[in-house]
């Protein structure tokens, strides 16, 4: 039954080598891996604005400005990303590069803030959208934690459902917001352009500010720098590409530029135009959409596919943090699991760990992940310049032919990286220093795992001087309750292996004892049974100091020790509360605690 | 270190011939047994007078002739239980008492619906304890279910610390209690005769009441002999009582229905003298000591008492429902885990199960209990009934000397139970239905539970003329990974057995395979190895198939199959993460689906 709901969940399982099907075109890997990137234009003129506004309304001229500066930033980006993506045509984003050019650690802190960063894109992207779903429809406000983990999972199973579809089914939602975007940038512009809109008073650009400060204009410039995060995720995913793989992923990289850019400088520069201000209660797009059309049909079709778009930039998470986790895996940062391709050939260990930790967050923040965002764009900024100070690194020390205006390209990323990071820990400190705790402690995490996988490696190797351990013989304990079917079968077992057979009766009681023996000698008088009385009617302790009596003396004679347990079956399985469980808890007793081999005999009821 | 916290906790584990020394004197028992019963002085006049306010303060005369009823009921209970203890020396109450002279169906019913009642015993009254805490510290109000759980969980580790600690522990409180009302008692009744109080209006009893009922007296009634649960716990525990047991319980019986009288009794005719009206804020005990000491030292004891007392009468629960559990499971009506002693000799199985149980409905009803009292209530008097009836009947059958007057005795407990049981369906009926579900259900799982224990016995009963399979030899499948030490000692171990060992490989890449097979030959070629292709990347699948096979034809020459797997044993808990515990996985389904034997070779990594 579970297999057909899971059948049913996600799909039939596809062969190994069904995994070419499973490859994207442009148009569909930009449904699924711009959407956190695309989705920052719902938020990102309006969180320029937000800062602006603490100054003054006069002060919102410095929003074309700024945004010109976040273009800058978005091109030096788009471009170097490029550079990574035919650099290293298997992927792995900012992990790879700094890991093959800077060294180990900055590899670590760069894979390690990522994956900590698609945990919060998942958590905060599905929090927004949940917020403008109960902002329509408030009697939904009550359940906002289960309406976000019900997104969660939703996002998940269509994962799960594996890359391309998913993809299909994410490229509606993904083109129609941009889509809605264009129509509302392009007729707003009409509009301005026709004087058929009488715009709000807008401070001219230039107009002098009283109060403004270049702390403030950084802050701001930081905010505005938010919109950008999930621009790395292409260059994490190439293997997910149609061949020629590189080509592909470069050409997705530039559409996504250049509709970034669009968007941001349309939204940005109408509102400034339009003169509006950030609202409690509405958003800079909604007001912009209000202002442009009235609130008709299309303003609601604006509205709706930008909630849309707001939830769907989670999967962007879902694509990149399963490839970077199989390349943490790959290299033996990260646990093996993440390496196993599931049913529908995504990783789906790494699918379901991102979903289970944004879950938690949504749980512990009761779906009030705002606070989350400046620690989620810091720790997108710390791999950006990771990455492209690894790609100067890299120009500079293979010096291909051409090499000059590609160090330069990346030279300007990495500088205005770093910038905003450190704009970042300076001006919101008291929200992003949680990251210099747990970056350190997630490195350290990764050598620990590391060193684990080595020192096992070593152990299990074959040495070739190795002697292998004489075998004379078998001992086999069986330890009995009673005189059943099940224990005659063990020891018909037993008796096929050795002839070294003991019985053990753990009794409770003194008169018990000798009732069993002779019971025990008209039943098996060829077999040996050993009774242990037990003062504290523990059975694991007397058991353990038999076996070690036995494994002492049989270590002598070169002899084996096995214990053989009789282990029932029921038949439905609440039957198995109605069962001490005892033989289990022998079993994880000597197995982890003592050196001794386990057999379990099943014993099936038949009803 | 989990059994250091655990010693730490519970104390060390006692000798099972040590359990004479954990039996209780009169003394004792009265705490840790009584508790519940005593506790019901606290709110049962209150509960009286909340029904006669309905009509109007003038019917609260009434509450003398009621409590009065209530005396005689409590009376006949007394003398009826003091019976069944003589004639059930061995314990086990209404259950024993129910099933051994009406049949089977009676006696579940009865051990059923006590069950449950324990169990809504320790929520009711451990939310009744944490109301008063909450009450005297409002900034607490908001932990209230936390508050809640950890009284539960004190409680359960003093139970599971034993009886005897148990109940030195217990009996302060449960005195001091009983102190503080005698002193209350004693002072009001001093001062009514010193005429040194003035008491508000109170009309005289036999006023005539507008709009009074039968039905709305005997709902009043029913709400009194709330007072009376808890009276049956005694005859459950005899077995925990010093020598000689039933004269000891008997003893404890009549002191404790002296207790309750007097105690009830006094509070009742003071709140009538003192014309108290139950209050929203205010209990009826509080403004009786308000009234005769002010709010002095003397008040705040009467109140501590009191909310302790309300606290510990969850204790009653906790030493009856093991006891009858027990019982149950010796008769094999419920899981044999409930017949055995924990290291301190108590019954912990049920003292953890009790726990379990009362904290989930502690966190379904957010800790507000108090409209489970009818459906607690109603499930103490079916009990009452049955076994009272039980008796009559045993005395008919039997006759023995003197045996008219003690049907006398029992005949007007069963018929006063009875009527109680239906006053509580006819007039709480909205309250009460769920006993009708859950009952039966309960019922008929104690059958499930019996049949599949009896057929059990009977599919594991050694037939006489059973024949033991002929086994000519064993084959033993390796599944493999990888060339390792581990694997190494697998088939030397393996070889020691038969030399029938086939290893096998599941790949899930073509080329891995004859990588696999080629390296294989070199280093173990007198082992037979089978590579098995996975499209599906599943290792059980193929596996499976396989074993189906070899089966098959190892059935035709006698032969048994078994399945040796090689398991990491990580030297951290922590590393297990690390491992795909895929053996796991293969043995679960090994045994459980198919009918294999499984043995396990431990491979324990050093670090």
Known sequence: MVSTIKRLLIGRPLKTHEAGEQKLNILKALAILSSDALSSVAYGTEQILLVLVTVSTVAFWYSIPIAIGVLILLTALILSY??????????????????????????LISGGSLLVDYILTVAVSVSAGTDAI?????????????????????????????????ATVLAYPVYLFVVALVILIGFGLYKIMTGDISPKLHAPIGTPVMGISLFLLLRAFASGCSALTGVEAISNAIPNFKNPAPNNAAKTLILMGTLLAILFTGITYLAYYYGVAPKENETVVSQIATDTFGRNFVYYFIQGTTALILVLAANTGF?????????LAKDKYFARMFTMRGDRLGYSNGIITLALASIVLIIIFKGKTEHLIPLYAVGVFI???LSQTGMIVKWIREKPSGWIPKLISNLVGAVISFIVMMIFFITKFSQVWPVLIFLPLIVIFFHKVKKHYDSVGEQLRIKPDAVIPKIDGNVIIIPVSGITEAVGK??????????????????FEREDEHVFEEKWKKWHPEVRLVTLHSHYRSIITPLRKFIDTVEYKAREANYWVSVLIPQFIPKKPWHNFLHNQSSLLIRAYLLYRRNVIVTTLPYHFKK
């Open 319 to 327: 694509s990149a943090f399963p490839l970077l986790a199989f390349n």
């Open 134 to 166: 109960t902002s329509a429809f408030p009697s939904m406000h009550p359940h906002t934690v289960l309406i976000a983990v019900v997104l969660v999972i939703c996002i998940t199973i269509l994962n799960l459902r594996g890359v391309t579809e998913s």
């Open 383 to 385: 791999p950006f310049t």
């Open 82 to 107: 490029r550079q990574i993506i035919f650099s290293y045509p298997h992927g792995g984003g900012a992990y790879v590069v700094s890991k093959e050019n800077l060294g180990v650690n900055p590899g």
């Open 490 to 507: 063990s020891i018909a077992y037993a008796q096929t292996i050795t002839d070294q057979v003991i019985a053990v009766y753990v009794a």
